[in-house]
């Protein structure tokens, strides 16, 4: 997934997924931005954020554990605007832990 901000607009995709309350998930992956420096997220929750991951300009393994209280997670990826970069994310796989 590449996610292409510009001056004036944020680019967020998101993806909601059936979980089972109070067990614990892993989330794996990577991300990374080509050109300019540009600001990248990972955002989960639960009805209430449970967590999130911040921006990197050299590739990041994501390795993120988490448990949510519901039983729907919202994975939200961002590329933040004011930015002329490039965000990517990459093998993004949610397990349980």
Do not use: C
Not at 28 to 45: A, E, F, K, N
Not at 49 to 75: C, Y
């Amino acid at each position: 997934m590449n996610l292409h901000p510009s001056a004036t607009d944020i680019v967020e995709v998101e993806q909601v997924v059936n979980v089972t309350a109070n067990q614990a998930y892993k989330l794996t992956g990577s991300m990374w931005s080509t050109g300019d420096p540009t600001y990248g997220y990972v955002y989960i929750y639960d009805g209430t954020q449970v967590l999130a991951q911040d921006f990197t300009n050299g590739t990041k393994s994501l390795n993120l554990t988490f448990t949510p209280a519901g039983n729907q997670l919202r994975i939200v990826l961002h590329a933040y605007k004011q930015q002329t970069g490039v965000v990517h994310f990459d093998d993004l796989s949610l397990s349980v832990n």
